[in-house]
């Protein structure tokens, strides 16, 4: 079900950058929140258990997820509508997206692999998918005030 959720998640996402759209308050902190409030709830009882190299496996998927997030940020063309800040991507944002969802099928399979009986990995499937985006988004944002371009705002 969570894996369900989280190509859910990617598709909305992608598919909303790809095509371009609105960057409003709501788009950039609403997703990433409730992923990462989802991830981190399972965090505690999860590490528990978990072994050093577990917990090595996770900082590192974190680290280069997040990396490739503030890429995608970077990546994608933004202008100033007169609705206000809209986005784009480019073909370096979808072959940005193509790597990470490949890093993250990879983590998927590798660290079962590597630790049968962890649970780690599975129990963080939202929050390193929150993370990618929290940081492309952050980083969409400090772009955006850098251009002093205003955030769109919500239509009632």
């Known amino acids: ?3 369900l959720v989280g190509l859910w998640v990617l598709f ?3 598919g909303r950058q790809i095509t371009g759209s609105l960057v409003t308050q709501r788009s950039l902190m609403l997703m990433p929140a ?7 709830l399972p965090l505690p009882a999860a590490l528990g258990t978990a072994s050093t190299g577990e ?3 996770l900082m590192l998927d974190c680290v280069v997820l997040v990396g ?3 890429s995608r940020g970077a990546s994608l063309h933004l202008t100033q509508r007169e609705d ?3 986005q784009k991507g480019t073909g370096a944002t979808l072959a940005l997206w193509i790597a990470t ?3 993250r099928i990879g983590a998927a399979f590798t660290a079962p692999a590597i630790w049968p009986h962890g649970t780690l990995n599975h129990a963080t499937l939202a ?5 990618t985006i929290a940081a492309q988004n952050a980083m969409i944002y400090r772009r955006a005030l850098s251009m002093h371009i205003p955030l769109a705002v919500e239509r009632a």
């Open 34 to 40: 409730i992923l990462l409030i989802i991830g981190l």
């Open 84 to 86: 206000g800040l809209y």
């Open 12 to 14: 909305r996402v992608v």
């Open 101 to 103: 969802l490949g890093i």
């Open 68 to 70: 490739l997030g503030l």
């Open 127 to 131: 929050l390193t998918i929150g993370l």
């Open 1 to 3: 079900m969570g894996i």
């Open 55 to 57: 917990i090595a496996f």
